[in-house]
């Protein structure tokens, strides 16, 4: 037990908190402790009857079956890898960030009548890693297309309009849009950095994450991301070694 977990506390702590909270709150649902109802969002229940829990576990309300262990494996990779690659020893940064994220998704939903907004925040972080990775950087969809990396949320959205329709996909979109602001925002223009930079009590909070970036600018959570073959020849003759990153679909 003393192992398991010690284990545990190796997860970057802003990730650990994401997956513990998706655990926390789908796996009950699934065992048929506590009914769904009780826990996705409802504007009214939330503003009038003061029910606030359910802006907090709409966000970690995951799919049944097996669909649900591969939005908690790209959670966890995504989320690690930018907490340790780019986010390295910031991560009251990533929380604050990640606190914005999650009010812009709500606010954009709330006119869509959403009741579950657990896609969305994995859009929004995909969105974010797939942006972040080196320029002409590949992923693998379930191992059989290959395509540049910054198409991935899109590929994903095709997949939610697919299986779940066209309220499915509007949702993804929205946090699809967030991400992309959070990425042009933050790391692109930098015109929103100053606003994502955590407060004092936020950092008190959280901390720095402490330790050093386990992760590099080439690899993401996720996906298999394949450096451009100008940037994997420059990779061999400096000695960096690329992340082998994951690709999609496997679990």
């Given amino acids: 037990m003393a192992e398991l977990w010690n284990e545990i506390r190796k997860i ?6 994401l997956c513990g909270s998706s655990l926390l709150v789908t796996v009950p649902v699934m ?3 506590v009914s769904p109802y009780s826990i996705v969002f409802v504007k009214e229940l939330v503003t009038r009857h003061y029910q606030v829990w359910r802006v907090f576990t709409s966000f970690f309300l995951g799919s049944s079956g097996i669909n649900y262990i591969f939005d908690f494996v790209m959670l966890y990779r995504n989320s690690s890898q930018l907490e340790t690659a780019y986010y390295a020893r910031r ?6 960030q990640l606190l914005l994220a999650g009010a812009s998704i709500l606010v954009l939903n709330i006119p869509l009548h959403s009741f579950v907004h657990t896609r969305p925040l994995l859009l929004a972080l995909t969105y974010l890693s797939s942006r972040l990775a080196p ?5 693998s969809l379930f191992g059989l297309i290959s395509f540049p ?16 329709g066209r309220a499915a996909a509007v949702q993804s979109i929205s946090g699809a849009i967030v991400g992309h602001l959070w990425w042009w925002g933050v790391w692109d223009t930098g015109v929103l950095r100053r606003v994502g ?9 959280v901390g720095d994450g402490g330790g050093p970036a386990t992760g590099g600018a080439g690899s993401t959570g996720g ?6 073959r100008r940037l994997r020849e420059e990779a061999q003759t400096s000695g960096h070694r690329w992340g082998t990153g994951n690709r999609l679909g496997d679990s």
């Fill in 12 to 17: 970057p702590s802003v990730t650990r908190f």
């Fill in 31 to 33: 065992l048929e402790i």
């Fill in 91 to 96: 991560s009251a940064d990533y929380a604050w």
């Fill in 135 to 139: 320029p002409g950087s590949q992923t």
């Fill in 149 to 164: 990396v910054v198409y991935l949320p899109f590929a994903l959205i095709l997949l939610d309009l697919l299986m779940g």
């Fill in 197 to 205: 930079t955590a407060p004092a009590w936020m950092k008190a909070l």
């Fill in 223 to 228: 996906v298999h991301v394949v450096p451009p």
